[in-house]
């Protein structure tokens, strides 16, 4: 059985890993939102969290957001490629409720999926070319 936890090791805690991210990326957006995600060298996903004041300025809705975001990526885990994601709130993400930002959520890790599938296949295309 999956354990369903977000312990320590599943957040990016220190500025490097943040920067790590931010440097050519793959992105998944939305007119609120935005997912950075690149690949990592552990066995396991992890998050790290920006909700800026400028978009949201009470911390109670800061709070709000990052909560929604963390319970997503608990329960969406053990789906999720091993890679680094960073989530980036944008103008207007405090008017979506929950379950809105809930449902944008998955469509993003659903792409996010797909994506490193296309570049796994991608890479196992280029070693076979080379292989040839």
Do not use: C, Y
Not at 54 to 74: G, Y
Not at 100 to 106: K, P, R, S, V
């Amino acid at each position: 059985m999956n354990k369903q936890t977000f312990s320590r090791e599943l957040r990016l805690l220190v500025p490097v890993q943040f920067k790590a991210v931010f440097e050519n990326p793959f992105r998944a957006s939305t007119p609120e939102l935005t997912l950075l995600a690149r690949a990592n060298q552990l066995e396991h996903p992890r998050l790290g969290l920006t909700v800026a004041k400028k978009h949201l300025k009470r911390a109670h809705d800061r709070n709000r957001i990052k909560r929604i975001v963390r319970e997503s990526f608990r329960l969406k885990q053990h789906e999720l490629p091993n890679f680094d994601f960073v989530f980036v709130a944008k103008g207007g993400i405090g008017k979506l409720d929950n379950a809105t930002l809930f449902a944008i959520l998955e469509k993003l890790w659903h792409r996010h999926i797909r994506l490193s599938k296309q570049s796994q296949q991608n890479k196992q295309d280029k070693q076979a070319e080379k292989q040839s």
